[in-house]
């Protein structure tokens, strides 16, 4: 793989028309059923009430203006150093279209992830290792499976479902799935292997990206682009360079706005989260960054949560331009994948208050006992609308209420009882994953009988 070669023109690009393919992957996504229910799942703080917080939607628009302007300044001096008079193609792909890449590959990176954050995917996972020998029709549960397809209902992973959402043809939609381009899908790969393949001691095999069901759509599209096979059995491949700009912008999101949103529901101090950015803004020291100005002006405005909001956009200028010098410094390394970490974690190398600020997230936002307590409630609302899917739908002989149940699954994710035991889970797991938050409550309170509704 090489720079002028690690993307796939199309043939809108080569014609260059006004709206490129990749304009049209931003857009789809905008406009997706599945992007427009981040605005209720949970970011950190869960179902606010009046304060406005961060929710998966805002936190993905915003990881993509980060990752915007991230493609924009890695695009242009990779078009000038490898592409301008050599490549013409990929020199205009760098210069105009890596942009829309980055930002439409960050709209994605969340899409597959379940209501309640990383306590919906634990909650999913859970319960298939707790009830692995329950007896369905005589057969204990874990036996309805292949070993790899049980690995990845063990470790369920939003990763993976966002590659599922976007590929997928799903019943009574689009042939194509989305139809979003493969550089665009790559970008978002971060743990470019199956469950199978997971090794927790490499960055890029930490978690996985793709479940069984997608294995054939992943490796199609892993040799469209070149990508560097690292195994056959497990399928293992080596990340795609623009991975580590989604990555980044995602890293610089959530490390600098969780804090904003803690001091806007009064969690953390003004003074607190307002030194905690300026210390990284001095030790970043952007050639653009007069520290004196800055600490001055966020003094001078009265509004503490205008004067908090000032200094994030500082911090995220500052953490944006560091974060595309670092790509461009090891650019050779990572187009010939000997790269193995994240651009953030090398930044948090030379500025020690990156760490402070992690360390701060982790113990006074994170473990907050309200965070807490609400990702226990919704861990045990999807583990109790799994109790009663899961059965019922793995059941040959169905009872009265396991086919009232199934009636509920919508009819694009509609069960095909020909198919295999793994094949109609996933699409129960279609179901409840792409479920809100506030909808996964009611639907859980209804099917429980704590809430009863009397009209339609």
């Not at 009430?49 to 915007?68: D, I, M, P, W, Y």
């Not at 976007?166 to 139809?179: D, P, V």
Request: proline share 3%; with cysteine.
């Amino acid at each position: 793989m090489e720079w002028h070669n690690c993307y796939q023109a199309t043939n809108q690009q080569k014609a260059n028309i006004d709206r490129s393919q990749y304009q049209r992957d931003f857009d789809r996504l905008i406009f997706s059923s599945s992007f427009r229910r981040l605005q209720n799942k949970t970011q950190v703080f869960p179902l606010p009430g009046t304060s406005f917080v961060h929710n998966r939607l805002t936190h993905s628009l915003e990881v993509a203006s980060v990752g915007r302007s991230l493609g924009s300044l890695v695009g242009k001096k990779i078009a000038a150093i490898h592409c301008e008079g050599k490549y013409p193609e990929a020199a205009s792909f760098f210069n105009y279209e890596l942009s829309n890449v980055i930002a439409a590959g960050c709209l994605a990176h969340d899409i597959g992830n379940p209501a309640f954050g990383h306590s919906g995917e634990a909650a999913i996972s859970n319960y298939f290792q707790t009830f692995e020998n329950q007896n369905i029709e005589g057969t204990n549960l874990k036996a309805f499976y292949s070993s790899v397809e049980w690995g990845d209902l063990i470790n369920f992973e939003g990763n993976a479902n966002a590659f599922r959402i976007l590929t997928q043809a799903f019943k009574g939609k689009s042939e194509i799935g989305m139809g979003i381009t493969p550089a665009t899908l790559a970008a978002i790969l971060k743990y470019p292997c199956g469950s199978d393949g997971v090794n927790k001691s490499k960055k890029h095999t930490k978690k996985y990206s793709f479940f069984q069901t997608e294995r054939d759509i992943f490796e199609k599209l892993a040799e469209t682009l070149s990508l560097k096979k690292e195994s056959s059995d497990p399928l293992v491949y080596c990340r795609h360079p623009f991975v580590y700009l989604v990555e980044a912008a995602d890293d610089i999101c959530y490390n600098i706005i969780d804090m904003e949103d803690a001091h806007r529901i009064s969690l953390l101090s003004k003074d607190l989260v307002g030194e905690a950015f300026l210390n990284v803004i001095q030790e970043l020291n952007h050639d653009d960054d007069n520290l004196s100005s800055i600490r001055q002006r966020f003094f001078n405005i009265s509004d503490d949560n205008e004067s908090i909001a000032y200094l994030r956009s500082k911090c995220i200028n500052s953490l944006t331009n560091a974060c595309a010098d670092i790509f461009l410094t090891y650019e050779n390394e990572i187009i010939n994948t000997r790269f193995d970490t994240s651009l953030f974690s090398i930044l948090e190398k030379t500025c020690p208050a990156i760490k402070h600020i992690e360390e701060i997230s982790l113990n006074r936002i994170y473990r907050h006992h309200n965070i807490l307590e609400i990702e226990i409630a919704g861990f045990n609302i999807l583990s109790g609308l799994l109790e009663l899917y899961i059965p019922a739908v793995l059941r040959e002989f169905k009872s009265p209420i396991d086919k009232t149940i199934l009636r509920l699954i919508p009819k694009q994710f509609d069960v095909d009882m020909e198919q295999s035991a793994y094949l109609r889970t996933m699409s129960v797991l279609d179901h409840i994953s792409g479920m809100t938050d506030a909808y996964a409550l009611e639907h859980y309170r209804k099917l429980k009988g704590i809430q009863m509704t009397t009209g339609i």
